[in-house]
């Protein structure tokens, strides 16, 4: 059974970080695209960052970057989500999601969420003083 459980999330100070944890089960992420996407309140859901199969990353927003990053840990199967210099727009629910459907090549990521077929259950991430 594939999962993906996200963890990591809190509350911390504009300016301040976190890492989120994406751990998988039941696969290896590095054979997959996988993607990190945001909820605010009210609003819909927003691609942040995918990092593909070879480690490629693209950027779904511009409003992250130089902030955001994905690094990799194979060992753990394990995706990390760094975030730097925190707002209070990147108060969010912030989900991992694997596309692991279809071929595709290494260097790839999907260009939004409907491509992605597993995703984990969410983990909170408030950003206020």
């Known amino acids: 059974q594939l999962q993906l459980v996200e963890s990591g999330g809190g509350l911390v100070q504009p300016g301040g970080s976190l890492r989120l944890s994406c751990a998988a089960s039941g696969f290896t992420l590095n054979s997959y695209a996988i993607g990190w996407f945001r909820q605010a309140p009210g609003k819909e859901r927003e691609g942040v960052l995918c990092?593909?199969?070879?480690?490629?990353?693209?950027n779904y927003v511009d409003s992250v970057k130089g902030r955001f990053t994905i690094s990799r840990d194979n060992a753990k199967n394990t995706d990390y989500l760094q975030m730097n210099s925190l707002k209070p727009e990147d108060t969010a629910i912030y989900y991992c999601a694997a596309k692991t459907r279809g071929s595709y090549g290494s260097m790839w990521c999907p260009r939004g969420a409907v491509d992605f077929d597993s995703w984990g259950q969410g983990t909170q991430v408030t950003v206020s003083s």
């Open positions: 990092i593909s199969r070879s480690g490629a990353m693209l």
